[in-house]
């Protein structure tokens, strides 16, 4: 989150800056922050293939973020719609320089081509979306397969090795997933002017980051919570 928050101030100073930095200046900074988001990922698979399951049930995520994760994580298509309502907020904010004929440097000015070609790729990723939920709604169906019932009528002997078998599914799956919404936000950003791709950019860095800071906020007090309840339930006696 750290180096997050350093590219989520260099992209606002490029963005607010007068005169607006040149087309190779964006450009590097855009593919730094992309590259960022890969090196996640890469990580992210690295540590997956230890424990595939905790990508599925991270510890570190309160129950609030869990309600919105999508196998392994956010859902690619959520970032299409990001695009479009940071565009129309920009839109409305720009509506009295687009009426004079002047030229916005934000996602107010999306042309009619960017708009298409946006959609076509909303609508590939939509059908990818629904191939991996379907590809994961089989492995959690294969808990009850014929194999794994006959195991547990065995008194369990061989389970682990029948669980060690859905794990790898699952790994394939959060595999495909991660691909998926790294192949998302590069596909977005492809469409994109490099001035348009930094606004884009900028508000996937602060939706996550302010996501984040509210998600700490609920597991401090969750975590005061707890502590009152203990207190209440073991009081200190003095002996």
Request: aromatic content about 8%; glycine content about 4%.
């Amino acid at each position: 989150m750290a180096e997050q928050s350093r590219h989520l101030a260099d992209l606002r100073a490029a963005a607010t800056a007068h005169p607006q930095p040149p087309a190779t200046v964006l450009q590097k900074l855009v593919e730094r922050v992309v590259a960022h988001y890969e090196n996640y990922y890469m990580t992210k698979s690295l540590c997956s293939q230890r424990d595939v399951t905790l990508m599925f049930s991270p510890t570190w995520t309160s129950s609030t973020e869990n309600l919105f994760m999508w196998t392994g994580g956010w859902r690619p298509s959520t970032a299409f719609h990001l695009l479009y309502s940071k565009s129309s907020i920009q839109l409305e904010a720009q509506q009295d320089e687009i009426l004079k004929g002047l030229r916005t440097a934000d996602l107010s000015n999306l042309s009619a081509v960017q708009l298409q070609a946006v959609y076509d790729l909303h609508r590939s990723t939509i059908n990818t979306e629904r191939a991996i939920s379907e590809k994961l709604a089989v492995v959690q169906k294969e808990l009850a397969a014929k194999e794994m019932v006959e195991v547990a009528g065995a008194a369990g002997e061989g389970m682990e090795g029948e669980m060690e078998k859905k794990r790898e599914c699952a790994f394939s799956v959060l595999q495909q997933a991660d691909q998926l919404r790294i192949d998302t936000i590069k596909g977005i950003v492809g469409k994109l002017e490099f001035f348009q791709a930094v606004h884009f950019l900028i508000a996937a860095a602060e939706l996550h980051l302010a996501v984040q800071w509210c998600m700490s906020m609920e597991r401090r007090r969750m975590m005061l919570l707890w502590r009152l309840r203990s207190k209440l339930q073991c009081p200190r006696i003095d002996l």
